[in-house]
């Protein structure tokens, strides 16, 4: 089973709520947050220590969790729902990290197959961080820890980007994409890469 049973859950969940409950509420970020907010464009910011996340964030199935990897997290989550644990969009994908009702079937198959959890426990923050966060380390295993196209292939599936891989005008290497051909899979690339340039220079050394 893989779970994530820490601080950051909790920190996140109980910021997401609050921002979710009104557009007018606003939690006072410190200063590194408010970076965050001005190169990032969040607007509701919770409250976190990141030297707490680094040392609370716990893997089951032995998997290395580093500030980096925290940092990917949150730039995902940031990207996907702009940490609204509510959100839904416009293909039914749902929660902080929106994942399809197709993908969180396969992924509870894997990782929770007796605990009968259903696709609208996606809008439970926990559940939404643990298959999330899963379904990203998969990326990221698949395509050798690369951001990029772990975030092309989390937005349009491994079929799609396999299938660009084997295009030299968008691979290099056949194992990692210089290349985002789909206007809306550039984009969020764009989008997640700055976002996690910017968790990582701003929490350097934290």
């Not at 947050?33 to 030297?51: K, L, Y």
């Not at 299938?163 to 194992?175: P, R, T, V």
Request: proline letters at 2%; aromatic letters at 12%.
């Amino acid at each position: 089973n893989f779970k994530i049973i820490n601080v950051f859950v909790k920190n996140l969940a109980l910021g997401a709520l609050n921002a979710a409950k009104s557009s007018s509420v606003v939690i006072k970020p410190d200063a590194k947050q408010s970076a965050v907010v001005h190169h990032c464009g969040m607007r509701n910011v919770h409250q976190n220590d990141v030297r707490k996340l680094r040392r609370a964030v716990l893997f089951k199935a032995n998997i290395a969790v580093n500030i980096g990897q925290i940092n990917v997290f949150k730039a995902f989550i940031r990207t996907e729902s702009g940490f609204d644990p509510q959100a839904t969009s416009t293909v039914d994908a749902r929660g902080l990290m929106q994942m399809t009702e197709e993908t969180f079937i396969w992924l509870r198959s894997k990782i929770a197959p007796d605990e009968g959890l259903l696709f609208a426990n996606l809008y439970d923050p926990e559940t939404s961080i643990r298959f999330g966060c899963y379904y990203l380390h998969l990326c990221m295993e698949r395509y050798n820890g690369d951001v990029a196209t772990a975030a092309a292939a989390y937005h349009s599936g491994w079929g799609t980007v396999d299938a660009l891989l084997q295009m030299e005008e968008h691979s290099a290497d056949g194992e990692t994409l210089q290349g985002f051909p789909y206007s809306q899979m550039n984009h969020y690339v764009k989008k997640i890469t700055f976002c996690y340039a910017e968790y990582q220079r701003i929490y350097a050394g934290s």
